[in-house]
């Protein structure tokens, strides 16, 4: 399995009350088909995976599994989790919900400290549904797991028979450029920083999982097709408004102010679950302010 283009990880949606909206998730589909993403990463770091309960987290990959397959969306859904059980329902649900594959981040608190310990309890995970393929979603940023993703691969390919790749949100360049070789590159490395996607096209990634393609997939698709056509200059100019619009987001508390953006171009998603803040009207109105001084809702046209 390997995956090419633009991959969204979409948000959650909620109510004014914080509960799930599930209603909205049909929309987000749409927008995202539209905006001619390759498929979605449901349920991860942008889905605030950690802040909602197994059964919420259930219901959402099911809501996916129906509105991916009609809006012709490779469907991965993220299983991670603390304690086992949970894990191994999420990923039933997966698979019986038509999930294209599963991904999963290490535990955070009780932590894997070394390859090996993280093998041992994703072969727990996967084998809930032995044939759907199975991404490590490798973020230590958030997870605060660092292990040697080469050394995973490596090791995974014979106690993980699902293993597929990694979904790589990890600033090692180096050890991206080790992953990219493990077996001569069979595995599917995803790439998963937003503002260096042309750093991950040059170093051989062929698809990436961003949360910035729910409100700016055109500007990633120029950076890739200018990266194709070896018109590397024009590629690095829409790769610096990535920077721009991002470096923005997180002023504000980036998944929070993305849930606005969002609103702004129509996508009605509701606010960030506490304990994540959310932005009032007033930051609300500062940041599309902002936002259009730089352009931004003229480049996404």
Request: net charge negative.
């Amino acid at each position: 399995m390997k995956l090419t283009g633009l991959i969204a990880a979409p948000h959650t949606p909620c109510n004014a009350d914080y509960s799930l909206n599930l209603e909205a998730v049909d929309h987000q589909a749409a927008h995202l088909a539209n905006a001619g993403v390759t498929g979605v990463f449901v349920g991860g770091t942008t889905g605030e995976c950690h802040s909602f309960s197994t059964l919420e987290r259930i219901e959402l990959i099911n809501r996916w599994g129906e509105v991916a397959k009609s809006h012709e969306l490779v469907n991965i859904a993220h299983v991670g989790n603390n304690n086992l059980p949970d894990a191994q329902a999420l990923t039933k649900a997966a698979e019986e919900s038509g999930a294209d594959a599963i991904g999963a981040m290490a535990p955070t608190f009780f932590k894997p400290a070394s390859a090996t310990e993280l093998i041992d309890w994703f072969a727990l995970i996967t084998e809930a549904a032995p044939e759907l393929p199975f991404y490590f979603y490798d973020i230590p940023g958030m997870t605060g797991v660092s292990v040697d993703t080469a050394e995973f691969l490596k090791q995974g390919r014979q106690r993980l028979p699902t293993l597929v790749g990694v979904k790589f949100t990890n600033p090692d360049q180096e050890l991206l450029k080790e992953c990219m070789q493990v077996e001569g590159g069979t595995f599917d490395i995803l790439f998963g920083t937003d503002e260096k996607l042309l750093e991950g096209l040059r170093m051989g990634c062929r698809g990436a999982v961003g949360s910035s393609y729910n409100i700016a997939a055109c500007i990633y698709h120029r950076i890739i097709k200018f990266f194709h056509e070896e018109d590397f200059k024009t590629a690095e100019e829409y790769q610096a408004q990535s920077v721009q619009f991002i470096d923005i987001l997180y002023k504000y508390g980036y998944l929070s102010a993305t849930k606005q953006v969002l609103k702004m171009i129509g996508i009605e998603c509701g606010f960030a679950r506490p304990p994540l803040p959310n932005l009032d009207e007033k930051e609300s109105a500062h940041l599309e302010r902002e936002l259009e001084e730089i352009g931004f809702f003229e480049w996404i046209k």
